[in-house]
Structures are given as structure tokens and as C-alpha cells.
Nanobody
């Protein structure tokens, strides 16, 4: 089992940047592939980014590609989401999630992840 705690959310103007962190505790962090998902008011939770256990492979939703960067530090048991050039439509609660499954396109699916954090709010204002 792994426990996840997100931090780093807040209020930012359009075009600004934020870095989200997700600290993991429990079993060996490097045993888990990690994902970031987000949920805007009235919408389904959607995939944003994912990173393999080693950190060598990443995947992004088209809506964030080129603006967001996912990374991980296995020594610190932490995964990050650097968000640049933020847009109004990036406003959402951001969740990190963990899976012990082998890397595949299933990493884009919510149901691939059995472990979730509590979420952190990101609000982008004009």
C-alpha cells in the first residue's frame, strides 16, 4: 500500500506557473508508476500526465503537452507536475495516483490506479 499527499496548488494568473508535488509513503516508491489527473467542476476526472516507475517514460494529455512536465525523484519519494503557461481551463482539483502495473497505455485510464491522493486545488484567474 502507498499513501499519497499532494501539495503546491493555489491561485495563479493566466500565463503563470505552479509546481505540484506528491509525496508518497509506504512501500518502495520506485515500484509505482505515477499519474496526475484533474477534475474541473461539473466534469469527469481526466488524465493529465503519467510517468513510468524509472522516470524514463512519460505521457501527456494533448491539452497539457508542451506546457506541463511530469518528473519524479525516487530518492525523495516524490512526483512533480510543473505547470507553465497556465490557462483558465487548467482550473481543477489535481490528483496524483499510483499503480504497480507495468507501463502501458493503460496509464491514461483512471481505473488503472488503485491509490489516490486527496487532491490539491489549482485556480487560474484572468
Amino acid at each position: 500500500q502507498v499513501q499519497l499527499v499532494e501539495s503546491g496548488g493555489g491561485l495563479v494568473q493566466t500565463g503563470g506557473s505552479l509546481r505540484l508535488s506528491c509525496a508518497a509513503s509506504g512501500r518502495t516508491f520506485s515500484s509505482y508508476g505515477m499519474g496526475w489527473f484533474r477534475q474541473a467542476p461539473g466534469k469527469d476526472r481526466e488524465f493529465a500526465a503519467a510517468i513510468s516507475k524509472s522516470g524514463l517514460v512519460t505521457k501527456y494529455a494533448d491539452s497539457v503537452k508542451g506546457r506541463f512536465t511530469i518528473s519524479r525523484d525516487n530518492a525523495k519519494n516524490t512526483v512533480y507536475l510543473q505547470m507553465n503557461s497556465l490557462k483558465l481551463e487548467d482550473t481543477a482539483v489535481y490528483y496524483c495516483a499510483a499503480t504497480s502495473a507495468t507501463w502501458s497505455l493503460q496509464y491514461l485510464r483512471r481505473d488503472e490506479y488503485p491509490y489516490w491522493g486527496q487532491g490539491t486545488q489549482v485556480t487560474v484567474s484572468s
